[in-house]
């Protein structure tokens, strides 16, 4: 219990640091997706902790950091993921279903990100659209996400190859449409008509977004070649 609730409560914090992120409206859908997190099997493992690269085993993080080499985006994979080298440890499994779990983390707070632009007064109709555009794209990879990770919680408990092998095409099929609904997102912000500013901030949550959507898709893929 002890290990969910420090999870629980560093992605809640990780949250709340965005600027135009408040509190008033959040909670649930912030709630909502952490239990969806978190209800990947073995984050109920009393081994989970997260810790530090400092905290870990040498052997845990050069794991990370080997298989992280493999991605499109091997720096944004360790930063993200050698957090967890204590609970990932050398399990193919472990690294791909936390860097899914990261990144559907990462997704949800962009979200809460981007949904808020429309307070501003200033924007214009088109702008307005194309935030509202994106925040559907977003919802769309949220969902797609989600159902990766039950997928890969099948994939976990599948008792012959052949079960292994359906769960895990899904996940890699949700976690391919996720990727593709997040690039919808950032041509939307491509035109000229978008405030600098504005396209600037989003296209570059997007982007990293983006990143760890395609290195979890990559960890995925890599774990399903070594059942």
């Known amino acids: 219990i002890l290990p969910q609730l420090s999870l629980l409560h560093t992605l809640k914090t990780n949250y709340l640091t ?16 952490l239990f969806l997190i978190i ?4 984050f109920f493992s009393p081994e989970l902790i997260a810790a530090s690269p400092a905290g870990a085993s040498q052997k845990a993080v050069n794991f990370i950091q080997s298989s992280c080499k493999t991605t499109t985006y091997p720096a944004v994979c360790f930063r993200s993921l050698s957090a967890y080298a204590n609970a990932i440890q050398t399990s193919p499994q472990r690294l791909a279903e936390t860097a899914l779990a ?26 307005v659209e194309a935030i509202k555009d994106c925040v559907e794209e977003i919802n769309d990879t ?3 996400l989600t159902k990766s990770v039950q997928e890969m919680n099948l994939c976990g408990s599948a008792k012959n190859q052949e079960q292994f092998a359906f769960h895990m095409s899904n996940a890699q099929t949700w976690t ?25 901030s989003v296209r570059a949550r997007i982007v990293n977004m983006g990143q760890e959507t395609s290195n979890a898709l990559s960890l995925i893929n890599s774990y399903g070649k070594k059942y």
Not at 18 to 33: C, D, G, V, W
Not at 39 to 42: A, G, L, M, N, R
């Open 18 to 33: 965005f600027s135009l992120i408040s509190q008033e409206t959040t909670m649930a859908k912030l709630y909502q997706t």
């Open 102 to 127: 990261v990144t559907l983390s990462r997704v949800q707070s962009t979200k809460l990100f981007v949904s808020r632009l429309t307070r501003f007064k200033t924007l214009k109709k088109r702008e």
């Open 39 to 42: 209800s990947i099997s073995y």
């Open 176 to 200: 391919s449409a996720a990727l593709t609904d997040e690039n919808t997102c950032s041509d939307g912000f491509s035109g000229r008509f978008m405030d600098g500013r504005i396209k600037n």
């Open 142 to 144: 949220i969902e797609r």
